[in-house]
């Protein structure tokens, strides 16, 4: 990059006020003040024009879109953890390179799995919904039924930093914590989780009472919970997924769902987000939420100085901090 301007940094989405004030400071910052969603198209042109293109899980960088950069474009700093929305691949082809903000949405999201694990089981959404719909006829022994939480088996699929973070808050919930990874935590880790680890996801998944989703979308991750393997799970077992919708097929759990054949799910994520399956909607025995698990002020500004810190990094001819190589899972 010349190194007498400041670099042109394209931001996709409205960001918080600090943090679009600091870009405005350092950068040739333009902003989405309006926060429309980039077409397709203005993608295109951003990527063309730009030093540094600042993207959100909403704005799809597949190889076209890539193919459109111009040669100032020397980085992605994308505003997020997940990196499925990158085609990484073509990025690093073009010599691009691309950070994400990874570790400062940990708490915020194992927050947001706990609350849909209670949620679910307690039937917390549909006794609010039965209060407000002024139809409560009073307390009696046998209405609004749930689970207990304590004493039953969590699996946890993906061990990273928040299926940790989970791990440790399901503990407080009186959970025993199990679950499946490409490999074992590191030994000290195993040791503090007190996790059981599982090499078959099929065998885990038939005898768990409630499963987290908490690994990411990866090619390997797409459809893991098939139909196939949705069947494998109790009948009544509790499905929750703060991670991406991708990686569970959400007709193939909404039918199930519909026929009984599972407890109850709680879900933050969407395979064809914004959109959601219909049918979904219509059931009472489902938590739907809007992809908020990391939707915190103090998150998103932690998201945003990561976003800032790795642009000036690199621009100063460093390694930044968050350079993402390949996802695994
Ligand atoms: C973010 C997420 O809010 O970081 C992620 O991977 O799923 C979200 O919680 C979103 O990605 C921001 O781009």
Not at 209 to 230: G, Q
Not at 280 to 290: A, D, I
Request: with cysteine; net charge neutral.
């Amino acid at each position: 990059m010349p190194d007498r301007r400041k670099p042109l940094v394209i931001v996709t989405r409205k960001l918080p006020d600090v943090i679009e004030t600091r870009m405005m400071e350092l950068f040739d910052a333009r902003l989405n003040i309006e926060d429309r969603a980039m077409t397709r198209d203005e993608l295109m042109a951003a990527m063309a024009e730009a030093d540094v293109l600042v993207p959100t899980v909403t704005d799809t960088i597949d190889a076209g879109v890539i193919e459109a950069a111009g040669p100032r474009l020397k980085m992605i700093a994308s505003f997020g953890t997940g990196v499925d929305h990158i085609d990484l691949a073509a990025a690093h082809a073009r010599g691009i390179v691309v950070t994400n903000t990874p570790g400062v949405l940990t708490e915020d999201t194992a927050d947001m799995t706990r609350a849909l694990i209670l949620a679910a089981a307690r039937r917390l959404v549909e006794g609010e919904r039965l209060v407000r719909s002024g139809e409560w006829t009073g307390w009696s022994p046998t209405s609004m039924l749930g689970h207990r939480l304590y004493g039953k088996r969590l699996g946890i699929i993906g061990m990273g930093r928040i299926g940790q973070a989970v791990t440790r808050r399901a503990r407080g919930f009186g959970l025993s914590i199990h679950y499946h990874n490409r490999r074992r935590v590191h030994p000290e880790i195993a040791q503090e989780l007190e996790a059981t680890y599982w090499e078959s996801l099929d065998q885990m998944l038939a005898r768990m009472d409630i499963v987290s989703i908490n690994c990411p979308r990866t090619p390997a991750t797409y459809h893991l919970l098939s139909a196939r393997r949705l069947a494998l799970m109790k009948r009544d077992a509790i499905l929750v997924n703060t991670s991406r919708g991708e990686v569970i097929d959400e007709a193939a759990l909404t039918r199930m769902l519909q026929r009984g054949e599972l407890g109850a799910a709680g879900l933050d994520v969407f395979e064809h987000e914004p959109a959601v399956n219909r049918k979904l909607l219509k059931l009472p025995n489902v938590v739907l939420l809007p992809h908020m698990g990391s939707a915190t002020l103090e998150g998103r500004i932690d998201m945003g100085e990561k976003v800032i810190v790795n642009i000036r990094t690199f621009i100063d001819g460093h390694r930044p901090p968050d350079r993402v190589i390949s996802t695994e899972f």
